[in-house]
């Protein structure tokens, strides 16, 4: 197997940074310790429990998130990118460099201010054959994906492959 380039994981930080829903979770926790930590004077105690649940489900959410970003973790190579699930049920998936079509970054304006995107990359492998292989919240998004731009160009030079777009005239 040939060595790694490149290891990274969706960055949980940056989701929490760089998007709507990150910055949602954390005001919904901090609402919650600010309100428990205003209210506990003159409050009953049923009323206490709900800023508390409300820091909980920021909690919970922020937790489902880290260990959805732990499960996967992408290794790049010279000839592969490959992908690695699961933390209790593992599994292996690669998609041979020389096999991508299409590699695609979005990202939002405040992902742009978190340094983070969302990278879509779409190939002729069966990993892809459904779809597009989406890897959200990759921290340096941009420099990945050239990276892997690159990457795949070697890699079908190496082969001596060659893209040909098929059109149906009608």
Same mark, same amino acid.
């Given at each position: 197997?040939?060595?790694? #380039? ?14 709507? *829903? ?8 901090? *609402?919650?310790?600010?309100?428990? +930590? +205003? $209210? ?9 429990? =709900?800023?508390? #649940? #409300?820091?909980?489900?920021?909690? $919970? ?17 010279? %000839? ?7 933390? =209790? ?6 998609? %041979?460099?020389?096999? =991508? ?10 992902? @742009?201010? +978190?340094?983070? $995107? ?21 921290? @340096? +998004?941009?420099?990945?994906? %050239? ?7 070697? *890699?079908? @030079?190496?082969? @001596? ?8 005239? =009608?």
């Amino acid at each position: 197997m040939d060595a790694p #380039l490149d290891t990274f994981r969706s960055s949980t930080v940056g989701w929490l940074r760089g998007s709507l *829903a990150g910055w949602g979770t954390i005001l919904l926790g901090l *609402a919650g310790i600010i309100t428990t +930590a +205003a $209210g506990t004077l003159g409050m009953d105690s049923n009323r206490r429990l =709900v800023p508390l #649940l #409300l820091t909980l489900i920021a909690l $919970g959410i922020a937790g489902y998130v880290w260990l959805r970003n732990l499960a996967a973790t992408y290794v790049l190579t010279e %000839e592969r990118l490959i992908i690695r699930r699961g933390i =209790v049920m593992k599994s292996i998936d690669e998609i %041979e460099l020389y096999r =991508v079509k299409d590699i695609r970054l979005n990202f939002s304006l405040i992902n @742009q201010l +978190a340094d983070i $995107g969302t990278i879509a990359i779409h190939s002729s492998d069966e990993t892809t054959r459904d779809g597009y292989l989406v890897i959200p919240d990759v921290p @340096q +998004a941009r420099e990945r994906r %050239e990276t892997l731009r690159r990457l795949v160009d070697t *890699a079908r @030079q190496k082969r @001596q492959v060659r893209e040909f777009d098929m059109h149906r005239d =009608v």
